[in-house]
């Protein structure tokens, strides 16, 4: 009789356990390990959008403080140029007022609050104002010839509490007078370092004219400048540069 050997089922699973436990293993291995790399990979990009939302608001910051800022215009002492609730930037860095620029600026009878309004003489001019019609007399710094300022963008308006028909009042506290001083010369001189500035809308508008009580302007130091009114931003039908 030939032998014929039969592996028993014991063999058979002794056989097979070891292989099954093995392949568990391999799988809770390579399941561990792509959990912790996920963790990893969540945690790194969490890590990188802090760091990018981190250099964009030090970006912000730095742009805020030292090349621009953003304002909005309250009131109408701008107006026709400006009106109320205007958005604007005004730039900050490397500005020098000059005549003819829209400034934001802190009076010094309140340096809480910004003002935005319109260089007319710089350190150093003389000028007078008529307060007969409103034309402005400017004999710039250097030169001894007057001339009248050329301001097609002003207005007059007429309304409370000034109601002049659309003409200069008269009323409104004026420094820059003919006869300003005991030199003998004419006009209000623009001291070192300061610039006189006034609002388009002349019979509504708090300014240089305007040296006394607690609301005074005077002249402004060019220290209490905050930049340069150059561009609006709002509303979108006005969006584009002022010049």
């Known amino acids: 009789m030939s032998e014929h050997f039969e592996p028993s089922k014991e063999n058979e699973s002794v ?6 436990a093995q392949a568990a293993s391999v799988e809770e291995v390579v399941e ?11 945690l790194k990009e969490i890590g ?4 990018c939302i981190a250099v964009a608001l030090v970006i912000a910051l730095t742009l805020r403080t030292y090349v621009f800022t953003v304002v909005r215009v309250d009131g109408r002492s701008m107006c026709p140029t400006l009106q109320n609730n205007e958005r604007l930037f005004a730039r900050i860095i490397g500005y020098t007022p000059e005549r003819g620029d829209i400034i ?3 009076p010094k009878s309140n340096p809480d609050v910004a003002y ?3 260089v007319i003489a710089t350190e150093g001019d003389r000028i007078w104002i008529d307060e007969s019609n409103g034309d402005v007399h400017l004999k710039k710094a250097g030169t001894d010839e007057w001339e009248i300022i050329e301001e097609n963008y002003i207005t007059y308006e007429s309304s409370a509490p000034y109601a002049t028909n659309g003409q200069y009042n008269s009323a409104i506290p004026n420094i820059a007078q003919r006869i300003s001083d005991n030199s003998g010369e004419e006009g209000l001189l623009i001291e070192e370092d300061h610039i006189f500035v006034m609002g388009d809308n002349r019979n509504h508008s708090n300014d240089s004219r305007n040296d006394i009580g607690g609301n005074a302007v005077g002249q402004v130091h060019v220290d209490s400048v905050i930049g340069k009114a150059s561009f609006r931003w709002w509303p979108l039908s006005e969006f584009g540069g002022l010049y």
């Open 15 to 20: 056989n097979i356990q070891p292989e099954t």
């Open 32 to 42: 561990t390990a792509a959990k912790a790399s996920g963790a990893k990979y969540v």
């Open 48 to 51: 990188s959008w802090i760091m």
């Open 104 to 106: 934001i600026f802190n």
């Open 116 to 118: 935005v309004k319109r």
